[in-house]
């Protein structure tokens, strides 16, 4: 794919301290002009509001935060993976066949558990001077929702 898109809603794209949205605007520097799709942070997560950015835009795939894009790009006339591959942000069982990463978030909150005990341990007591950040890698995993596309 070479015009991807983001599109989430604003409390999602928060949930991760913007983090998503960051760095895709990232990548987008690393890219020509031509294959650059401004993001969809929106308040309003709505149907017109998704469809607006998609007809204006035309990604050939979409990274999304909610799987309801889904049935909005059908109602738009468009196939998935066919016409525009489609990536889920937080991928959980309940999506099986669509493509995405899957958080873990089940790891991550057991080391968030670690580091309370290890502050504990310590004696630590309070909101820390020098606050630690923990990341759990997400893992790729493929699903229906894309396919090979041609060079």
Known sequence: YR???????RRF?????NDWSGAFLAYQHHIPPSRRVPPL???RWA???FGAWYRQHQPEAVIIGDIRARDWLRRLG?????DVGLVHL???DELRGVAGIRQHAYFAGAAAVEL???QLEHGERGIPALPKVVLVEGRWLN?????????
């Open 90 to 92: 937080e991928w959980s």
């Open 47 to 49: 149907a017109d509001t």
């Open 116 to 118: 309370i005990v290890e």
């Open 143 to 151: 699903g229906r929702t894309v396919c090979s596309q041609k060079p």
């Open 3 to 9: 015009r991807i898109g983001l599109a989430v809603s």
């Open 78 to 82: 468009a196939r998935v993976p066919r």
């Open 13 to 17: 794209a928060a949930r991760a301290d």
């Open 41 to 43: 942070v929106t308040a």
